[in-house]
C-alpha cells in the first residue's frame, strides 16, 4: 500500500470493550493490529461501568448448571426485541449470529488466558417472557491486579466502583442491614483490601478489571494500542476504507490497514448538537460515558454513506445528582431507590406513571416518553421514613443524617405529611395524596395493579431481597416524608451504523462498505430499543468485536 506513513493488517479505532477482543483474534492469526484511541486512558466506558456482559448458553452457565440453548436465547431475544422495520441493527439473523458467537467469544478469551466467571443471581430484565432467565446470562472477569500492567497501569481508566470486591459482593452490600451473609462479604473485603495494601497488590473490580485483564493479554499478544491519538478521517480509495487519518508526535499521520478498519469509537452521548437533534430532552450533563464519546466517528461514518438508525435511543440509567457532583464525570446513579420497598416515581404533576422495578433503559424510556404527556424530566422519587432507615440513599449508609447541604440547596425536600411535601415540590397536595394512597392499596394486598411491580424475579432482585411479603412493595406511610428529583442519564448512545452479520457497516441500499467494520455502540444495537439483561451493551461490543476481526482474518486467507 502506497501513501501511508505506517501500515497495519487491521486498525481499530477506540480502545472500548470490543477493540481488544478484535486485536486478540487478529494476534492469533498472526497478523499485526493497531488500536488508536483519541483519550489519555484504554478502556472506554467499558473500563468505567460494571463491565457486564450479557452472553446467553455460555461456558459459565453450563458449569454451574443453569439452563440455556440457542432456542431458547431466540425465543427470548425474538420476545423481548422482536422484528422491527425501524431496527435494521436487531435483524433476527444478527440476533441469532449473536448467540452463537458469544458463547464462542467467552470460550475464546478464557483460552487466551483472560479470567472470567458468571454472576451467581442476575435475572434477565424480562424473566417473565419466553426463554428467559432467573438466575441471569451474565458474565464478568475476576478480580484483577492492575499493578500488573506495569507502566500501562496509569493508562487504564479508572472504575466507578473502588472497592475491592466482585460484583457478586459488591451487589450483595446493599442489604448489609439485614443480612449475614452480606455482613460476610463486607468483612472479606476489608480482609482483602488490608492484605492488598500489606502486599502492594491494588487489586480492581467490575470494567477496570475486565478491560484491565483484556489490556494485559493484548499488550501480551503483541498489539500496538496508542492513546492520546484521534481519528480524524476514513482514508477511502476505490470505494474501500483503507486507512485512517491520525496524529503521530504532533504531526498529521496516515495509517494504512490491509484487511480493514474496525469503528468502536462509542456513541455521541457528549455531544448535545447531536442529542438534541436524536434524542431530544437528554443531557451531556447526565452521562456516565467517557469523555471522548462524541460521536464524529458516526459522523465521519456516515459522509461516506453509512446508514444510520435507532439514534433516538439510549442505555438509560437514571440518576439523583447532589450538589458539588454536577461536574463529577462519575454520577450518582439511583437504579434502586424507587425499586425497594417505600419509594415511588411520579411526574412533575403527582402521578405515578411506570412500574419502578424496570430496567434502567426502560426506567428512563419510560421517563421521557412520559414527558411527552405530562412533564416529568426530571420526576420525583417520594420516599418515607421506612426506606432512609433501611437504605442507602444517593451513597449515604441507611439511618444516617443526610447532608445539610441537600435540604438548603432543594436537592432533598423533607416534610411531616405528603401534603406538605407537595407542596414544597409544587405538586397538587390532593393528587399526590391521592397517589400515595392508591400505592399503599396495592401494597396491602400485595399486588400492583397498575404496573405489576413485584412480580418479576428482576423486581425482586432489585428492591429488597429480604423485605416481605413482596421484595418489591412497601408502604409509604411513615412520616417525615422526602422527595428528590431523578433524571434520564445515561451509561451510553444505543444506536449507530448499521452492520451485518459479519459486523460490516452497510449503506443506505444495504450494500457493504469494502473494509469498514463496526463494532459497540457506534453501532445500531442487536437488541433495537430494548435491553434484554445485564450487559446487553458491552456484551455487543465484545461480540461483535470477535466477529468483525474473524471476518476480515478470514477473508485474508
Not at 58 to 83: C, I, Q
Not at 198 to 216: C, D, I, S
Request: proline content about 5%.
Amino acid at each position: 500500500m502506497s501513501g501511508f506513513d505506517e501500515v497495519f493488517d487491521y486498525v481499530v479505532v477506540g480502545c472500548g470493550g470490543g477493540s481488544m477482543c478484535a486485536g486478540l483474534v487478529m494476534r492469533k492469526a498472526g497478523k499485526s493490529v493497531l488500536i488508536l484511541e483519541k483519550t489519555n486512558y484504554a478502556g472506554g466506558t467499558t473500563a468505567r461501568s460494571g463491565g457486564v456482559m450479557w452472553i446467553p448458553n455460555n461456558r459459565f452457565m453450563k458449569r454451574d448448571g443453569v439452563e440455556d440453548s440457542y432456542e431458547k436465547a431466540m425465543t427470548y431475544l425474538d420476545a423481548v426485541v422482536g422484528d422491527h422495520n425501524d431496527t435494521p441493527g436487531a435483524t433476527r439473523e444478527r440476533r441469532g449470529a449473536y448467540v452463537v458467537e458469544g458463547a464462542e467469544m467467552v470460550d475464546f478469551l478464557v483460552g487466551q488466558g483472560v479470567k472470567l466467571n458468571r454472576v451467581g443471581y442476575w435475572p434477565d430484565y424480562y424473566d417473565e417472557l419466553p426463554g428467559g432467565s432467573e438466575k441471569g446470562r451474565t458474565v464478568v472477569a475476576e478480580l484483577f491486579d492492575v499493578n500488573e500492567l506495569g507502566p500501562w497501569k496509569s493508562r487504564l481508566r479508572p472504575n466507578f466502583l473502588s472497592v475491592y470486591a466482585t460484583l457478586d459482593e459488591a451487589l450483595s452490600l446493599r442489604h448489609l442491614k439485614h443480612s449475614w451473609a452480606s455482613r460476610s462479604n463486607m468483612a472479606k473485603i476489608a480482609v482483602r483490601t488490608i492484605v492488598s495494601k500489606l502486599t502492594g497488590k491494588h487489586p480492581v473490580t467490575a470494567g477496570a478489571a475486565l478491560q484491565g485483564r483484556m489490556l494485559q493479554a493484548s499488550l501480551k499478544a503483541g498489539v500496538d494500542i496508542r492513546t492520546e491519538t484521534p481519528v480524524s478521517e476514513l482514508i477511502v480509495e476505490n470505494g474501500g476504507v483503507k486507512g485512517v487519518a491520525t496524529v503521530k508526535e504532533g504531526r498529521p499521520w496516515r495509517v494504512g490497514a490491509r484487511l480493514g478498519v474496525l469503528v468502536n469509537a462509542g456513541g455521541f452521548a457528549h455531544n448535545q448538537k447531536m442529542r438534541d437533534e436524536y434524542q431530544p430532552g437528554t443531557s451531556v450533563k447526565w452521562t456516565m460515558t467517557a469523555e471522548g464519546d462524541t460521536g464524529e466517528l458516526i459522523q465521519e461514518m456516515m459522509r461516506h454513506g453509512a446508514a444510520i438508525a435507532q439514534m433516538e435511543e439510549m442505555v438509560g440509567n437514571q440518576m439523583s445528582i447532589p450538589p458539588g457532583m454536577e461536574d463529577n464525570p462519575i454520577k450518582p446513579v439511583v437504579q434502586g431507590m424507587t425499586a425497594a420497598p417505600h419509594a415511588i416515581l411520579v411526574d412533575q404533576t403527582g402521578v405515578r406513571y411506570m412500574n419502578e422495578s424496570g430496567s434502567y433503559m426502560a426506567y428512563c424510556k419510560g421517563m421521557l416518553e412520559r414527558n411527552n404527556l405530562a412533564p416529568a424530566v426530571p420526576s420525583w422519587a417520594i420516599l418515607d421514613s421506612q426506606h432512609l432507615s433501611k437504605y442507602g440513599l444517593v451513597g449515604t449508609l441507611p439511618g444516617t443524617p443526610k447532608p445539610e447541604r441537600w435540604y438548603k440547596e432543594g436537592f432533598l425536600h423533607k416534610a411531616d405529611t405528603i401534603e406538605e411535601l407537595a407542596r414544597q415540590i409544587s405538586i397538587d397536595p390532593a393528587t399526590l395524596r391521592a397517589t400515595v394512597d392508591r400505592f399503599n392499596g396495592f401494597v396491602a394486598k400485595n399486588h400492583d395493579d397498575d404496573f405489576e411491580r413485584g412480580e418479576r424475579a428482576y423486581d425482586r432482585w432489585l428492591g429488597d431481597t429480604y423485605g416481605s411479603p413482596n421484595p418489591s412493595l412497601g408502604s409509604i406511610s411513615e412520616g417525615p416524608f422526602y422527595a428528590l428529583q431523578v433524571v434520564p442519564g445515561d451509561v451510553g448512545t444505543y444506536g449507530g451504523v448499521v452492520t451485518d452479520a459479519h459486523a460490516r457497516v452497510l449503506r443506505e441500499d444495504g450494500a457493504v462498505i469494502p473494509g469498514l467494520y463496526a463494532t459497540g455502540i457506534s453501532t445500531a444495537s442487536v437488541m433495537g430499543r430494548s435491553y434484554p439483561g445485564a450487559g446487553s451493551s458491552v456484551g455487543p461490543s465484545f461480540v461483535w468485536g470477535y466477529v468483525a476481526a474473524k471476518h476480515a482474518a478470514s477473508a485474508a486467507a
